[in-house]
């Protein structure tokens, strides 16, 4: 059984960082690829980022230059770094993972809240 835990989310003003982490556990997952989705009320679900086994990474255009996903496999751990936050990045955010062929939602974990308000 694979499970995945987030954490790191929190209450930040716009313009500051945080670091969210993902641990997963239960399965090697060395070769799957992990992606960062968020979900914010009223709103879409929407893939963040997404790192594959190579650890290339891909993101949506509303995070680009501001976000770096990254994966550390000794760890079976990857982080999200958000920087610049604004107030429209405000979701829960959540990995998952499932495949090594993309970012799929197979598995999830039950997401950390992200707030950026003044």
């Known amino acids: 059984q694979v499970q995945l835990v987030e954490s790191g989310g929190g209450l930040v003003q716009p313009g500051g960082s945080l670091r969210l982490s993902c641990v997963v556990s239960g399965s090697t997952v060395d070769y799957w690829s992990i992606g960062w989705f968020r979900q914010a009320p009223g709103k879409e679900r929407e893939g963040v980022s997404c790192i594959g086994s190579d650890r290339s990474a891909s993101y949506v255009d509303s995070v680009k230059g501001r976000f770096t996903v990254s994966r550390d496999n000794a760890e079976n751990t990857v982080y999200l770094q958000m920087n610049s936050l604004k107030p429209e990045d405000t979701a829960l955010y959540y990995c998952?993972?499932?495949?090594?062929?993309?970012?799929?939602?197979?598995?999830r974990g039950q997401g950390t809240q992200v707030t950026v308000s003044s």
């Open positions: 998952a993972t499932g495949s090594e062929y993309g970012c799929v939602e197979d598995y």
